[in-house]
């Protein structure tokens, strides 16, 4: 999730808001970069968030953090086209970076599309076992209102499926532009640090592996490797960034799985560094690693 840092900042500029909204707009800055035709990525509202305009309206994917949502609508409005209504909204999954906008736009009206399982989580009150950190369910305007569990396609050609490996969580998907040769992929790749493993919610290291190289294969099914890979967090990706990623997590998964089947446990895998050739580029990668094993458990032990 975020750092402590992060989390002060939030909450000053939660402060701010409550005294001067123009205090608040100061202390969140909204980034927009095109992507191609009718395409943006505004970055800065605590995730990614991909905006397409068009005749027949705008199509968000992800919403940023509640907090954050009504200067997200700001930055939407202000783009070219970008008045139109919000008629679609993509959550790639249940994390809140991703479905802060849910209530706003439910409330107007918007189609929420998520998978299934996301929608199962937003449901429900959840509380990560390795922090407390609480998470609270959504109100039933705010939840997905079209679920689908493998694939489907907008009537714009914007087509959107399930990355079924589990890689961030059990209901990660991704949204691919035809047009501008985009692909958004949620939490299923970081374009920045070591991920999140929230195997409480279905994620997995196998499942990152598998997940990368189902983006790889997405994103080559159209002919050509020019395909840009948008990510919840970091700059965007490459196709042979991705392809360094696959073998880079495809390594440190087959490390962590020769110390579980030699019987040893989190804090010992975390000691063996089976990450060290990659923190001085990545950072330090201990808690990745502990949840990582974690994660192996709960997908590959007997009672599991
Ligand atoms: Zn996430």
Known sequence: MFSANRREFLQTAAACLAVAPQAFSQALTITTL??????????GAGGNVIARTGADGIVLVDGGLAQNAAALAQSVAALPGGSAKVHTLFNTHWHPEQTGSNERLGAAGATIIAHENTRLWLQQDIRWPWNGQKFTKLPKIAQPNKTFYDKGVLDSGIRYGYISDAAHTDGDLYVYFPQQNVLAVGDAAYGTGWPVVD????????????????IESVALSNGNRETKIVPAHG??????????????YGTIYDRLNQMLNKGRGPSEAVEAKPAKEYEGKMGNADEFIRHSFESLWAYLSPDA
């Not at 195997?199 to 592996?209: A, N, R």
């Open 199 to 214: 195997w409480w919610t279905g994620g997995w290291i196998g499942g990152i592996v598998g997940g990368l190289q189902r």
């Open 34 to 43: 095109p992507l191609g035709d009718n395409l943006y990525l505004l970055a």
């Open 235 to 248: 700059p965007v990706l490459s196709v042979a960034d991705i392809v360094a990623q696959v073998d880079m």
